[in-house]
């Protein structure tokens, strides 16, 4: 199974879980049904649980709820969502009520109509789609399950318009594409500038020349990069006595392993820009994801070009400024001020696969890779990697849940 993991976030734009969405991969011989689709997702949540540290909202089917399949998991932070029609089956509202019994915890996909929920689901999450519901309608269904004592959770929340009418309405959490920063995020001019500076320099050997003595410059030049630089560097095992200055550090281990280190700096600084560690995690996930599956391009870029791709495609949202505008402002060489336009070359057209990727648009993804000619089970199996290694570069740690 191909999956994605979209971030719930709350009202405060804090990231509280994620919601898991899967889609079938290439398979030999005759399709599997939803029910077979369903538990072989089943079988990757246990590794998915330990990756992102946060609640999972796990789609299932209810005939995964009748047999009871998921209290195999039940010791996992996950919530099953199964969609509100399945209460119409009296044996699968019983089955429910058992496993809730039993400790696991359900959302419904939809509205419910027709009968009262049963008092088990007091509290519990009901996913709205913003996509497929008229704005005053999604409005109305909004207010009626906070008044029920419900919890609405709206997915398909793609734009800044949607943002503001769902929260005004009342909804707890949402999901969607990664949004600019708002306005109540102050901005932080000494962190965009060392961004901007740090991506100059990364883009000014990401043909895969050496670093020279302007790098040295630029890192004395800028004591915000520096002194993340070398927090970075010292927290590796050099021995005994570590780095006294990136000056001293460049001496020990040379330009390239610092401006390597400076790739998760950077990605670091993107997060604090936007006041956002996720968008942190997603920069540094790209730029990875960028490198590994940039391999299999017809003429691979160089992997820093490949690396500064994958950041430069979230600068847009930290920065709250235009791609196009961030491209002239950087002075990017073509093929990456295209991965910021028209994504017309193959580093740009890999980054309209990792956004696919990225937020589950399956169709468009299968649609990509072929034209790439990537399977899209190495984009999906690179991302998880992806993922794990950016946690750890950036030391994420477990925070809070749903």
């Not at 994620?18 to 369903?38: H, Q």
């Not at 949402?174 to 600019?180: A, D, P, S, V």
């Not at 495609?313 to 093929?335: D, K």
Request: charged share 25%; glycine share 6%.
């Amino acid at each position: 199974m191909l999956i994605s993991l979209a971030p719930l976030r709350d009202r405060r734009d804090r990231v509280m879980g994620y919601a898991l969405s899967a889609y079938p991969a290439e398979t030999r011989g005759a399709p599997l049904s939803p029910d077979d689709e369903a538990r072989r997702t089943l079988e990757q949540i246990p590794q998915l649980s330990r990756m992102v540290g946060r609640s999972l909202l796990v789609p299932v089917t209810p005939a995964l709820v009748r047999d009871g399949t998921m209290t195999r998991f039940a010791s996992l932070d996950a919530v099953w969502l199964v969609a509100s029609e399945a209460l119409d089956d009296a044996t699968t509202r019983r089955a429910m009520d058992r496993l809730i019994g039993s400790g696991l915890h359900f959302a419904l996909q939809g509205f419910p109509e027709g009968e009262p929920l049963p008092p088990s689901l007091a509290g519990s999450a009901i996913v709205l789609d913003a996509a497929r519901t008229p704005a005053r309608l999604l409005e109305r269904h909004v207010r009626a399950l906070l008044e029920a004592g419900l919890r609405p959770l709206v997915r398909g929340v793609d734009d800044r318009a949607t943002r503001h009418r769902v929260l005004s309405a009342g909804v707890l959490m949402y999901t969607g594409r990664q949004l600019t920063r708002g306005a109540a995020v102050a901005a932080d001019r000494p962190t965009e500038d060392s961004i901007l500076r740090a991506m100059a320099i990364l883009a000014a050997f990401s043909d895969g020349r050496p670093p020279d003595g302007s790098f040295d410059s630029f890192v004395r030049e800028d004591p915000h990069v520096a002194a993340s630089l070398l927090k970075a560097i010292s927290s590796a095992a050099l021995g005994v006595r570590g780095p006294r200055s990136v000056s001293h550090a460049i001496t020990l281990l040379g330009r390239d392993v610092i401006i390597e280190r400076l790739v998760a700096v950077t990605a670091r600084l993107i997060g604090e820009a936007a006041q956002d560690p996720e968008l942190a995690l997603a920069a540094l996930r790209r730029a990875r994801l960028c490198d590994r599956v940039g391999t299999a391009l017809d003429a691979a870029p160089h992997p820093r070009a490949r690396v500064v791709a994958g950041l430069l495609s979230t600068l847009e949202f930290a920065l709250a400024s235009p791609s196009p505008l961030i491209a002239q402002r950087l002075g990017l060489p073509p093929a990456l001020r295209d991965v910021l336009d028209a994504r017309e070359q193959p580093l740009g057209q890999l980054l309209d696969v990792v956004d696919a990727m990225e937020y589950g648009w399956w169709d468009d993804l299968v649609m990509r890779c072929r034209r790439l000619g990537i399977r899209p089970q190495v984009v999906a199996d690179a991302w998880l990697e992806t993922w794990k290694s950016s946690r750890d570069e950036l030391g994420i740690a477990r925070t809070d849940s749903f």
